[in-house]
């Protein structure tokens, strides 16, 4: 044996201009198929990866070296169930050993494919089936049995090809003899299947007692949705039996719209030393293959033929593929849209506890009660405004305490509803994404129920940056001197106070002497406000904060929502998109075919 040739055949002319558009054509569909992004469970996604990948192999093994290649040998793939006699017969067809045969299952490792000496141009390259190396074999002696004869098989070589150019074979035709369809061996399955996915014509060969087996008549159906010539070879009909078996073996192809395929019968027959079978039970199928051959202008049909229904299974895959991933896309949108809805009603919950009064319960009320005094307030606001300023300029001046404790109690209070809305969020987002399956499949065993490590930091952190900015914009608004002269004799951490209770100042959620109270003592800080500012400033202001509040809550649970949505894949994918219409342009070219 010689290493893996990578020379190209030097006579493979130029595709004429139509197939050179049906090649770009396809180039671009296989493109897509490969970028098509499948990765979430979804029930029908495994088959469509499946599709994918059975789509592109026989883009690259057949379809696009064929239209390449319109003028290339046929390729005549030997296929068939595990015993039925596959390797006898290629040894039988070109009259001397050549293929291993025998009773250990399974026996075929490598794929044998013989060709005649003046086309192994056209094989040792890299034309057909590209996923396989090359290994150049030899021709057996007919002195050495052929237990023994030919390329001694490699168990760990699967992805080998090897190539026997024998006189033998007629030129215009080769033969390729693949793995059992229904090999104890996945490997064997999945590369037999492969090779006949490569074929321009498949003879299946099946035995008297097994025709009717259901594995290898899924991949004749295979073939006649290809419009794949098969001929079938059934193999030790016993005497007597030939009308009867063939007669229901043809029943069965013709229902199942194979009435074309051509039958042979092999008569069971004692094999010689060599374990050959006498010459005269192939030469109908030998005599087939070499008229076959014979004739360019029949095989080019049959290679037109046999392309033209693979584009027209491959267009209808295509489609498939293309509704499996617009699945993928609507599964990937719902469950974004299930996050983004989670945590878009838990910043209107918080927004709507910032303005029902809610938060002016507790600790909040109880600071801001110690801080303004509720009866003497009272009783000063109904005296005059002016007197209620003169009489607390003392208490605010100089950022006393009690101011910076309201402060403190807003923040404590306002952090809470927020770590507990995004906590809610978290837990609900992750209940709806696991009992959708992709959902599921995505989380696997992490929790997102709860909110991230550092999550209440970040929260404090966002409330005491809104607190800075509110107190600058007091700053800002009091620019004026006779304003500013107002609001440096109450303090600005007074006034900042006094307008995170207006903030939050509606009652709606309030009941019995909570609305007295917190209510009475949010008109206190009102009143304060218009004092310095104005109505219609304070007005602003309070719209302004509550705003720039709701703007922080939104970034923070954005940021926190991410955990779910950066374990989506990418759904705005082009390739689901473009595959739907490579499918229309594929059975327009199979049609005009």
Not at 92 to 103: D, N
Not at 126 to 137: A, D, E, K
């Amino acid at each position: 044996m010689t290493s893996q040739s990578e020379q190209d055949p030097p006579y493979d002319a130029q595709p004429a201009p139509p197939a050179l558009a049906a090649v770009a054509l396809l180039e671009e569909v296989r493109e897509d198929l490969a970028a098509a992004a499948l990765p979430l469970a979804l029930p029908e996604a495994e088959q469509a990866r499946r599709d994918v990948a059975n789509a592109v192999a026989q883009l690259d093994d057949y379809i696009l070296p064929r239209y390449r290649s319109l003028d290339a040998p046929l390729l005549a793939v030997v296929g068939g169930s595990t015993g039925a006699g596959k390797s006898t017969l290629v040894n039988a067809l070109v009259g001397h050993p050549v293929t291993r045969s025998g009773a250990i299952r399974p026996t075929t490792r490598q794929p044998i494919l013989l060709h005649h000496p003046s086309e192994a141009a056209w094989f040792e390259g890299q034309r057909v089936l590209p996923s396989l190396s090359r290994i150049r074999g030899y021709v057996a002696s007919s002195a050495v049995p052929a237990t023994s004869a030919g390329p001694v098989p490699d168990p760990g070589a699967m992805s080998s090809l090897v190539l026997v150019a024998d006189p033998a074979m007629p030129e215009g035709i080769a033969l390729l003899d693949a793995p059992d369809v229904d090999s104890i061996s996945d490997d064997n399955r999945k590369l037999a299947g492969q090779l006949l996915a490569a074929a321009d014509l498949w003879i299946f060969v099946t035995t008297a007692n097994r025709y009717a087996d259901a594995v290898p008549w899924r991949l004749l159906l295979d073939a006649a949705g290809r419009d794949i010539m098969v001929a079938v070879v059934l193999d030790r009909v016993p005497p007597g039996a030939e009308a009867e078996v063939s007669e229901d073996l043809r029943g069965l192809l013709d229902r199942e719209g194979l009435g074309a395929a051509q039958l042979f019968i092999i008569p069971e027959t004692a094999l010689d030393p060599l374990g050959m079978l006498p010459a005269t039970t192939v030469l109908l199928l030998r005599t087939w293959l070499a008229d076959l051959a014979a004739d360019s202008a029949g095989r080019s049909d049959i290679a037109r033929r046999t392309l033209n229904g693979t584009v027209r299974a491959l267009a209808a895959r295509v489609a498939e593929v293309a509704q499996a991933a617009r699945e993928q896309q609507r599964a990937a949108g719902n469950l974004e849209a299930a996050a983004v809805s989670a945590y878009n009603s838990a910043a209107t919950r918080i927004l709507d506890a910032t303005r029902d009064g809610s938060l002016l319960r507790g600790e909040v009320l109880a600071r801001w009660q110690d801080f303004v005094g509720t009866g003497e307030f009272f009783r000063t606001l109904e005296q005059n405004v002016g007197r209620f300023r003169d009489r607390l300029g003392a208490v605010f001046r100089g950022e006393p305490p009690p101011a910076i404790r309201v402060e403190a109690a807003i923040e404590t209070g306002l952090q809470a509803v927020i770590v507990d809305e995004a906590a809610n969020a978290a837990e609900d987002t992750d209940q709806r994404w696991r009992t959708d399956p992709a959902g599921r499949h995505l989380l696997g065993t992490d929790d997102l129920s709860g909110t991230t490590p550092g999550f209440e930091g970040r929260a404090a952190a966002e409330i005491r940056a809104w607190q800075e900015a509110l107190m600058e914009m007091i700053r800002t608004e009091g620019q004026g001197k006779r304003t500013q002269a107002r609001w440096l004799s109450f303090g600005i951490n007074g006034l900042g106070a006094a307008l995170m209770i207006v903030v939050f100042s509606m009652t709606a959620g309030l009941t019995g002497l909570e609305v007295g109270v917190a209510g009475g003592t949010a008109v206190v800080g009102q009143r304060l406000l218009e004092a310095v500012f104005g109505e219609d400033a304070v007005r602003r202001m309070a719209e302004k904060a509550r705003e720039d509040l709701h703007v922080r809550c939104q970034r923070l649970l954005q940021d926190e929502q991410q955990k779910f949505l950066t374990r989506l894949p990418e759904h705005d994918d082009p390739a689901a998109g473009s595959l739907a219409a490579h499918a229309e342009a594929l059975a327009r070219l199979a049609a005009a075919a």
